[in-house]
């Protein structure tokens, strides 16, 4: 039994009242209690449990990144409208004072930030392309981080975050590799959001591209498979939620980074990004709101007497 | 034997050298990897173990926050240089190609960008002060964040990032209360960080106030001896950096977010906060970059075989 019946707004009300969630007053931005966290650590160690074998190197990067690193990804040319960009103020005392006192009445003080060289970083892969730099070994790459992202999308659903973590995985070497890896890690993904009793599916899907020419873009990428999710219902019956993406970018970021492979082509990489808010809240929707009363099978899962992996 | 006898270049080489850390191009920003990431969750349980029996409610809250309570907080008004705010891009689809084509030709974009409701969280405990608006308890208010924190200081030195993950614990209630809990906790951490071996002490500090008010805050800051810092020498023995720092806010805070204590006075609050990355990084600059070369007991002081009490 859904803990609200696929409403929005209910879901958000339940979250908050059960504590689960702190509101701040700007949508899409909410602090997560010791309840929250705890299930997405454990789920977090869950995914370390399952690729431990892979052996993928781990790395956290911090929510800025190098705003030049993105204008290189092309994220600005498709999303333009979801990136974040850091501004600062680099004046001196007078304007510190004229900054102040506009705050103090109410007026707008946009004009006294000026743009930084960071920006917010809008998937947790952005950072790691540019290490990929250079000419992979014959086996390729293979990189897992769990970073802090942002998406200009404010919204009162409590799934569409502005600012969340998304645990991903990178691999980076020639289709036939990238490829295989994608498929099996389709494949696993199912099988663990299932193993927790959620009512997930794969399904072909697209990125929200900005725009007419994005509409193309989209219907391109739907054509040619480069992007399944793996959904449940969460706010609504028809419009299932993504919980996990998987991602086949062909030599996009090869080309845009200068990755090769070893017999010279240029490398393609593919990721999976498993948003882990949306996982923990499907789990909240799916199970209700106190995870002492989740079927035993899913709460064992999670709160195995075992330490989990690290990643 | 620190293991740069205390140069900036040096320890930023060594640690990019050993892996700890992966430069992007921008100063105070970069990876971690699964080593460092490590130590600081490690570190992180220690403090969660120490401070178990207190009580705190933990919670973790994103690297964005709302700006209007940036603004009513007062941080702009004495650090408008080290704030952050996030802009991003409402154009429609002529102006994003407009936006798109400046990138490519390498020209300035600020002005495709505006300024949105939110700003980057320059301390831990921010977002909590709104949460205690209205009357504390008796017993006052404790609340333990781990959230990443921005400050606009851009610098070679690595342990003055523009992001990073700072713990804190917030005490909220009369003036003997929260000064009572400052003082118990200068103490514990101080304690804390010598048994893992730093070459820590404890001093009055002030924070970095703008301009030449600041200046004077600064001064009277210091006098009244409302904050302290745990400091190690890093990256020169004369200008030791600050692990934790221990603030007395007075009613600051109480009076921004209207908060009281139940004999109808303002509240008054206290916070500490620990600097994650810096104590991870002390303990590579005293005991080498090799946590397995470590001292045997700083070594199974982090490593120990039970698993660390979570928050």
């Keep these: 039994m859904p803990a609200t019946a696929y409403d929005a707004e209910k879901f958000f009300r339940g979250l908050t009242d059960a504590g689960l969630i702190v509101p701040v007053g700007v949508p899409g931005i909410f602090g997560r209690n010791h309840v929250f966290e705890d299930v997405l650590e454990r789920f977090n160690a869950l995914v370390n449990e399952i690729a431990k074998a892979d052996g993928a190197d781990y790395f956290v990067y911090p929510p800025t990144m190098s705003r030049s690193v993105l204008e290189q990804s092309g994220f600005l040319d498709n999303f333009p409208n979801l990136a974040g960009t ?74 569409r975050m502005q600012s969340f973590r998304m645990r991903e995985f990178v691999r980076c070497g020639t289709p036939e590799q990238v490829v295989e890896w994608r498929d099996m890690w389709l494949e696993r993904g199912l099988r663990l959001l299932q ?33 399944f999710e793996v959904t449940a219902p969460m706010i609504s019956e028809e419009n299932r939620t993504a919980l996990c993406s998987f991602n086949f970018h062909q030599d996009h970021f090869g080309q845009a980074f200068h990755i090769r492979t070893e017999d010279g082509n240029v490398a393609n990489t593919a990721c999976l990004g498993i948003g882990l808010e949306r996982v923990v809240m499907a789990l909240f929707q799916t199970h209700g709101f106190d995870p002492e009363n989740w079927p035993s099978e899913v709460h064992d899962k999670l709160w195995v007497p075992t330490q989990h992996a690290r990643a």
Excluded at 97 to 105: C, G, P, T, W, Y
Excluded at 210 to 223: H, N, P, T, V, W
Aim: hydrophobic share 35%; with cysteine; aromatic share 10%.
């Design 86 to 159: 850091v501004f600062s103020f680099n004046g001196k005392e007078l304007t510190a004072r004229q900054l102040s006192e506009a705050i103090h009445n109410g007026e707008d003080w946009e004009r006294y930030e000026n743009m930084t060289e960071m920006a917010l970083n809008p998937a947790s892969c952005y950072p790691v392309y540019p290490t990929f730099t250079g000419t992979v070994p014959r086996e390729g790459k293979l990189v897992t981080v769990l970073n802090w992202v942002f998406r200009r999308e404010p919204s009162r659903e409590p799934t």
């Design 195 to 227: 193993s927790l009793q959620l009512p997930v599916v794969a399904e072909v899907a697209s990125d929200p591209f900005f725009g007419r020419i994005g509409k193309m873009l989209a219907d391109s990428q739907r054509e040619q498979k480069l992007k």
